[in-house]
């Protein structure tokens, strides 16, 4: 499942910066990991 800052921010009911914080730190400890070839700031689950 491929998703990005605006799919988090529906799902969990927060905003942009607060998504995006989420994002930066679920990459930096392995849980997500970014996706090529589908724009910028897309990610998957590892």
């Given at each position: 499942m491929i998703f990005g800052r605006s799919d988090v921010m529906k799902v969990?009911?927060?905003r942009s910066s607060r998504?995006?914080?989420?994002?930066k730190d679920m990459a930096e400890h392995g849980i997500i990991e970014p996706v090529c070839g589908h724009g910028k700031?897309?990610?998957?689950f590892c």
């Open positions: 969990i009911g927060i998504a995006s914080d989420l994002l700031g897309k990610y998957r």
